[in-house]
């Protein structure tokens, strides 16, 4: 059993940004970010391994930095220069090495003016 609490998603204006927080009750070896929208379906932000590979969704590049904090289990998600389209509900997700997924509860982000 993992449990991921995450922290950071509010209001901000187009442009601003933001920084999400989700803390882990024990190591993982994969974490991510996904989000959805309303009526959507949920994709995946972006990923990083224990050791730091990371993988991101095009619609974010250049301006999501994904990170993480092996001694703390904890995985940040700076979201820079934002726009209304990332208006989505962020789940945090980690994958353990025997391929079982865990998630967040999730937290809201709205960008708008």
Not at 50 to 71: E, H, L, M, W
């Amino acid at each position: 059993q993992v449990q991921l609490v995450e922290s950071g998603g509010g209001l901000v204006q187009p442009g601003g940004s933001l920084r999400l927080s989700c803390v882990a009750s024990r190591n993982i070896f994969t974490m991510g970010w996904y989000r959805q929208a309303p009526g959507n379906q949920r994709e995946q932000v972006a990923t990083i391994t224990r050791g730091g590979t990371t993988n991101y969704a095009d619609s974010v590049k250049g301006r999501f930095t994904i990170s993480r904090d092996n001694g703390k289990n904890t995985v940040y998600l700076q979201m820079n220069s934002l726009k209304p389209e990332d208006t989505a509900v962020y789940y945090c997700r980690g994958d353990d090495i025997f391929g079982r997924a865990y998630w967040g509860q999730g937290t809201q982000v709205t960008v708008s003016a």
